[in-house]
């Protein structure tokens, strides 16, 4: 799937997406009734949550403080452990690096795990250009593979694609399969792709993970699923590589364990996901599987910058999708809308930074600012500041447009002149309540279409409240 | 804590822009309910707006020239109040953010950020008001606006001011915490999106099968109205002051003159 | 300049600014080494039988099938029964000296470690974790962890001593142990090439938010838990 952001697009994803039936009803049941519900359920078991919050955001904040110290540890531990440790300042570097130890194992086929830094830099585009062939192993990312689709969340990739919509795919992808077969229930899917994938589990060259967090005193790496494929991928092939960024290392075990008590209780509701896995280095000499080599590629991409700028705190974001889950607008609009890799709330901050403010400033714009997010979030990131923070810049780059400009000017140069305001005003107020003719609302009127496209517009009641309180009304 | 030989608290009104240019009944109302509690209030006449349409959409040169401009509009009172959760947490919330770097300007905005409070909180917290005099033989529903409740902790304060209205019976509204689709010029940048949102906020409302809708935020409210008066509703949109008031016998938001 | 070193000195940059470097030095290291004793909730304190008793809830809450046996002895008969309620007749089961040991008289038995044709497998848990009924299981010689993933039924035993309250016992356990297996190699690494937490067997809903188990790994997740007293 390409990687090309389409954020400029957002408005037109969008109405695809609220004209979209289907996708509504699975909006909701994946939402409200869904992760939401879940995730209240999960807190309720936890009569620490709120400390626990605090405390994690304290040991983001700290570690973010001490990101080069903590990196170098983790390096050292993990060389000591006979892994191999890469840096990548960017997309290109991050693929090179893996391209060439692909070619060193002589690969065709890769396995993978879960990964966002993967999508964020394109990673299967260029491994598929190069004679490699990546499979994705979490169900919901083989199914969109195989539909050429964006995943449209970062935990429930497929989530937006209906069971029917799977046997399909199924039905078009698996030939060797018999065409008539019996599709119609989810777990006859879901042994299809068991099946099919356990071939290519057992038979890939090298298995790529993701690493949800990395521990420096052990120099360790951990992944979280409930399926077990990132298990499968990182402990069959002979090459394991665990493709990172550089904000996830952690300082010790104990830290590691205060984000997982945190981590799959916001995101599902879960005490746990299944599977927490940690690993470190490669194959010991006396271990009878596991890896002969093990890499960890880390990946900067930008990082590093906005660790010394205003959106600081969205590096502390341990990719729960809480966020996601509980903004109105993402409830309507889902993820292919924002354009590219991370969407909602998180996605907004981040992806300005990645593909530029002028691609995406339509991302820090769809928000009502409803504050949900900020609410949600374990480590209490301040979304909705950080989002008006790309709106300035936004703004001071002329990227809202000439009318909005001009409009919020004129207000502002009224605004700041109470008797011209009043004068202005009341003139205004008078002639709309004039055109509205006694009527309530307006069905229509000339220049608020986009609010009359949905809704009425209500009319002005009748005055203004300076003018009626300066005659003595009250 | 009213203690009738204490002077009564200075209070200055910071009607809003919707309220003064769409629907000055509320600016009405708040005074009525301040005057009953015990405040003598005034209404300053070179207030205009608190600048969150520029601040949001990231204009802060225009937002802190308003900010400014409200700041010294209110220097002299003990405490200001707002009929309105967002424009009052703009005030206590994003005025000090706005002057970070300017100390003499940052000290005034936490000064005024201090002793300014949203209207049902200032009523039922400060001024502990228990009588309303409000009396509604009828169901109402609540919407809870976004600013209002998680900048400013507004939850408590209203139920407590409808529960001391005779007759009155409050049904909660199913997902009462989720945003209307409203978000000041969101609804007109995302116009579709702000449809929808607003859409799912109407089947909540209708399913709570009340004869109001009240809120605290005039601009939810008229987004809320405007969308059940599209879809042929008879719910009766008030703001929660006029209710409060007893000033629900004129046309409601969005409602005709002969409704 | 090669990549890291440009990132490392924009690291150093942007952080030299936030705190005076020599503090910053000798702080992440001192936090490592002082061993900062994680926050236990109070479902991670339980103790005696109570704890072996959450152990047992929150793994059948995760849907795993807890099956308490007086002793290892007994591991065979339950296992036989498994195998017949299962409809598999072959094991493979991990080289652990404990299962080594058992008498498998009537029972096809393979030791080793996972395969794509394994349909039952059975392992020895490392630890156990009550605060959430998860098993940790640590890969070694005797231990491999393909054997936890590849076989659709996966049969674990663990013995009621080894449940440990919470996670941080049991790292405390692996740091310990580290300096016991390998005392002469002042370099080994600290922890296994994998150690696993496993709680329930393998699931997805992302077909329709459907909540199935089976995806990847183990359908059926057995745990035979050995009594105290007796093991």
Not at chain 1, 29 to 38: C, D, I, S, V
Not at chain 1, 248 to 257: F, G
Not at chain 2, 133 to 139: E, L, M, R
Request: net charge negative; aromatic share 6%.
């Amino acid at each position: 799937m390409s990687q090309d952001p389409q954020c400029h697009d957002f408005q037109r994803g969008a109405k695809k997406a609220l004209d979209d039936e289907r996708l509504q009803t699975l909006l909701d049941r994946t939402l409200e009734n869904g992760f939401q519900k879940k995730r209240l359920q999960g807190m309720s078991r936890l009569p620490e949550y709120e400390q626990l919050r605090d405390k994690a955001r304290d040991l983001k904040n700290h570690v973010l403080d001490h990101l080069d110290m903590y990196l170098t540890r983790f390096e050292a531990e993990v060389t000591r452990a006979g892994g191999q440790v890469h840096w990548a300042r960017d997309a290109a570097e991050a693929r090179k690096i893996i391209l060439d130890i692909c070619l060193q194992a002589d690969a065709k086929t890769v396995s993978k795990g879960k990964s966002m830094i993967a999508e964020e830099i394109g990673l299967n585009d260029h491994l598929e250009a190069n004679g490699i062939a990546p499979i994705e192993t979490d169900l919901g990312e083989y199914i969109i593979q195989l539909r050429d689709e964006p995943p449209s969340h970062i935990i429930a990739p497929a989530f937006h694609i209906s069971k029917e919509q799977v046997a399909e795919t199924f039905v078009e992808s698996h030939t060797h399969l018999d065409p008539n077969r019996d599709l119609s229930e989810p777990t006859t899917l879901l042994n299809e792709a068991r099946g099919e994938l356990r071939e290519k589990f057992i038979n890939a060259d090298v298995g790529i993970t993701g690493a949800n967090i990395l521990v420096a005193e052990t120099g360790t790496a951990m992944i979280v699923t409930n399926e077990g494929n990132g298990d499968l991928t990182q402990d069959l092939p002979p090459v394991h590589i665990a493709l990172t960024s550089i904000e996830k290392v952690v300082p010790t075990l104990e830290d590691a364990t205060l984000i997982l008590r945190l981590l799959a209780r916001t995101a599902t509701g879960q005490e746990q996901s299944v599977y927490n896995t940690f690993f470190t280095g490669a194959k010991r000499p006396n271990d009878i599987d596991g890896p002969d080599e093990y890499h960890v590629v880390l990946l900067d991409n930008g990082r590093s910058e906005l660790l010394g700028s205003e959106f600081r705190d969205i590096l502390r974001c341990i990719r729960c999708g809480a966020c996601i889950n509980h903004c109105p607008v993402y409830g309507v609009t889902s993820g292919h809308a924002y354009g590219w890799v991370y969407p909602g709330p998180m996605g907004s901050v981040l992806t300005p930074h990645f593909v530029g403010i002028e691609e995406a400033h339509l991302l820090p714009g769809a928000s009502t600012f409803c504050g949900r997010c900020e609410e949600v979030c374990p480590v209490r990131i301040p979304l909705p500041q950080l989002l008006r923070n790309w709106r300035v810049r936004a703004f001071e780059k002329g990227l809202a447009g000439r009318m909005q400009r001009l409009g919020l000017g004129v207000w502002a140069a009224l605004a700041r002149r109470p008797r011209l305001y009043r004068l202005v005003m009341n003139l205004a107020i008078a002639a709309l309540g004039g055109l509205a003719r006694g009527k309530g609302s307006f069905t229509r009127l000339l220049g608020a279409g986009g609010w009359t496209k949905a809704r009425d517009l209500p009319a002005p009641q009748g005055g203004t409240f300076q003018s009626r309180y300066r005659k003595g009304e009250r | 804590m009213t203690d009738r030989n204490l002077p009564k608290p200075h209070v200055g009104l910071f009607v809003t822009c919707l309220a003064d240019l769409m629907r000055p009944s509320v600016g009405f109302a708040a005074l009525r309910l301040l005057a009953r509690a015990g405040a003598e209030v005034v209404v300053p006449d070179s207030q205009t707006c608190c600048g969150q349409p520029a601040y949001n959409s990231g204009d802060t040169k225009n937002a802190r020239a308003l900010a400014k401009a409200v700041i010294e509009a209110f220097a002299d009172f003990q405490h200001v109040v707002v009929p309105s959760g967002s424009c009052a947490g703009q005030i206590v919330h994003h005025y000090p953010k706005l002057f970070a770097d300017d100390d003499a300007w940052r000290a005034k905005a936490e000064d005024m950020a201090a002793r300014t409070f949203e209207l049902t909180t200032y009523l039922a917290e400060h001024l502990d008001l228990n009588d309303t005099g409000a009396v509604f033989d009828g169901s109402v529903t609540y919407h809870d606006s976004c600013a209002g409740l998680r900048e400013l902790g507004v939850k408590k304060q209203p139920r407590h001011l409808l529960a001391t209205v005779d007759g009155l019976t409050l049904n909660e509204l199913e997902e009462t915490e989720a945003c209307c689709g409203f978000g000041g010029l969101f609804s007109i940048k995302y116009p579709d999106v702000s449809g929808a949102i607003v859409d799912k906020k109407a089947d909540r409302v209708v399913a709570a099968k009340s004869d109001l809708l009240l809120g605290g935020d005039l601009g939810c409210l008229m987004n809320m109205a405007g969308k059940l008066k599209r879809r042929g509703s008879n719910v009766r949109v008030f703001h929660i002051a006029e209710l409060l008031a007893n000033m629900t016998d004129g046309p409601a938001i969005g409602e005709d003159r002969d409704a | 300049m090669n990549a890291r070193k440009a990132i490392f000195e924009r690291l150093k940059t942007t952080l030299d600014r936030v705190h005076n470097p020599t503090v910053r030095y000798s702080g992440a290291d001192q936090r490592i080494q002082a061993g900062v004793a994680g926050f236990i909730p109070e479902r991670g304190r339980s103790e005696g039988p109570a704890k072996t008793t959450l152990f047992v809830s929150e793994a059948e809450r995760a849907d795993a099938d807890v099956r308490r046996l007086a002793c290892l002895d007994d591991v065979p008969d339950v296992v036989k029964s498994v195998l017949g309620e299962v409809k598999f007749a072959a094991l493979k089961a991990a080289p652990d000296k404990i299962l080594q040991a058992m008498d498998w008289a009537g029972i096809d038995i393979t030791f080793g470690r996972g395969e794509g044709t394994d349909h039952v497998g059975l392992s020895v848990a490392y630890a156990g974790v009550a605060e959430t009924g998860t098993l940790v299981m640590a890969s070694g010689s005797d231990a491999p962890t393909t054997l936890n993933f590849l076989p659709d039924v996966h049969m674990v035993v663990i013995r009621e001593q080894d449940i440990a309250a919470n996670y941080e016992r049991v790292w405390d356990r692996l740091r310990g142990d580290a300096k016991l297996d390998a005392p002469d190699v002042p370099d080994a690494p600290v922890l296994p090439r994998t150690v696993n937490w496993i709680t329930g067997p393998s699931r997805t809903a992302d077909i329709e938010q459907t909540l199935l188990l089976g995806a990847h790994g183990p359908r059926k997740l057995i745990i035979l838990l050995i009594d105290a007293e007796t093991s």
